[in-house]
């Protein structure tokens, strides 16, 4: 029931429209989320998480999550991250996908909403390490829609598959339309 009053909101309400699928038996991934310009993403993410019916998942500092507010990251799928002295934070997430029967973490490479020429590779080491496919999402402000691409295994060489994952990408506009990610030719 959740999950048509969060389709009748996104869809009919708001406009918006959805291409590709997911696969809900997929219960371990890494979400890139692109482009990520404006906080706006956030709710687009929290009404595709509903309309998908699946949770997802995204990490913080531990210091986050305390009372009461810890209770709210929680249920909006938040795990404290905690890092310890001599590990990094893709061992650090890696763990918690390790200790967890599902966890779909969503997370937006560029790594700022202002515009960037290159992507951050933490979302990439980070589903290496953990042994899960990567999962392309566009949330495309200019045609209004989110795009769910196929999941996509890593095969080691870094550089040919952030080129195959970018063409997911292409066309896609922000709802800041200049800090739109654009791919390299």
């Known amino acids: 029931m959740k999950q048509k009053i969060y389709q009748f909101i996104f869809f009919t309400l708001l406009g918006w429209k959805q291409e590709g699928t997911f696969d809900k038996n997929l219960k371990k991934c890494v979400f890139i989320v ?3 310009t404006s906080w ?4 687009i993410g ?6 998908l019916g699946i949770d997802i998942n995204w990490v913080g500092k531990k210091e986050l999550f305390i009372f009461p507010f810890n209770y709210y990251f929680s249920w ?7 890092r310890q002295k001599n590990e990094n934070k893709v061992d650090s997430i890696a763990k918690i996908f390790h200790q967890k029967e ?11 909403r202002k515009k960037v020429e ?5 979302f990439y080491y980070i589903a290496q390490k953990a042994n899960v496919p990567i999962v392309p999402v566009a949330f495309d402000w200019g ?5 769910v691409s196929e999941p996509f295994y890593s095969t080691s060489n870094y550089e040919e598959d ?9 066309g896609v506009i922000g709802k800041k339309k200049e800090f739109s990610y654009k791919l390299k030719k």
């Not at 929290?46 to 309309?51: C, E």
């Not at 909006?76 to 905690?82: A, C, D, I, K, S």
């Not at 599902?102 to 700022?112: H, S």
């Not at 290159?118 to 933490?122: L, M, P, R, T, V």
């Open 40 to 43: 706006y993403d956030f709710f």
């Open 162 to 170: 952030v080129k195959i994952l970018e063409k997911n990408f292409e």
């Open 76 to 82: 909006m799928g938040g795990t404290p991250l905690n």
């Open 118 to 122: 290159q992507w951050k590779s933490g």
């Open 102 to 112: 599902a966890f779909r973490l969503a997370i937006a490479p560029e790594g700022t």
């Open 46 to 51: 929290v009404m595709t998480r509903g309309v």
């Open 143 to 147: 045609r209004k829609t989110i795009i």
């Open 34 to 36: 692109v482009p990520h």
